[in-house]
Nanobody
Framework: QVQLVESGGGLVQAGGSLRLSCAAS????????MGWFRQAPGKEREFVAA????????IYRDSVKGRFTISRDNAKNTVYLQMNSLQPEDTAVYYC??????????????????WGQGTQVTVSS
C-alpha cells in the first residue's frame, strides 16, 4: 500500500523559510515522478513543483520560481520542497503527490495517482 507522509509545515513570517519533506512508502520510488501541490482556503488545488525520476529534472509554477526548490533522495524515499522568501500568498495546505512508475513529469494534478494528507504552511505578514 502506497503512503505519502508530509512534514515540515508551520507558521513563519514573510521572508522566512521552511523545508517540507515527504516520506514515501513506494517500492519503485526511484522510478516515480513526484510533485508538490497546494490548496488555499476557497481555492482549487494548484501545482507547485515536480521532479522527474529520469534525471531529477524539475518544473515549477511561475510564482515560486527562484524561491522554491524541489529535490529527492532516492536512498531515503523522500522528496523535499525548500521554500525561501515566503510570502502571505504562499499560505496553503501543501500536498505531496506521486505518479505511477515510469510516468512522465506533469503539472496536471489529475494524473497523479497517490496523495499525502497535507501539511499546513502559514505565512504571516
Amino acid at each position: 500500500q502506497v503512503q505519502l507522509v508530509e512534514s515540515g509545515g508551520g507558521l513563519v513570517q514573510a521572508g522566512g523559510s521552511l523545508r517540507l519533506s515527504c516520506a514515501a512508502s513506494i517500492r519503485s520510488f526511484s522510478s516515480s515522478t513526484m510533485g508538490w501541490f497546494r490548496q488555499a482556503p476557497g481555492k482549487e488545488r494548484e501545482f507547485v513543483a515536480a521532479i522527474t525520476w529520469i534525471d531529477s529534472s524539475t518544473i515549477y509554477r511561475d510564482s515560486v520560481k527562484g524561491r522554491f526548490t524541489i529535490s529527492r533522495d532516492n536512498a531515503k524515499n523522500t522528496v523535499y520542497l525548500q521554500m525561501n522568501s515566503l510570502q502571505p500568498e504562499d499560505t496553503a495546505v501543501y500536498y505531496c503527490a506521486a505518479r505511477r512508475p515510469i510516468a512522465t513529469m506533469t503539472q496536471d494534478r489529475s494524473l497523479y495517482n497517490y496523495w499525502g494528507q497535507g501539511t499546513q504552511v502559514t505565512v504571516s505578514s
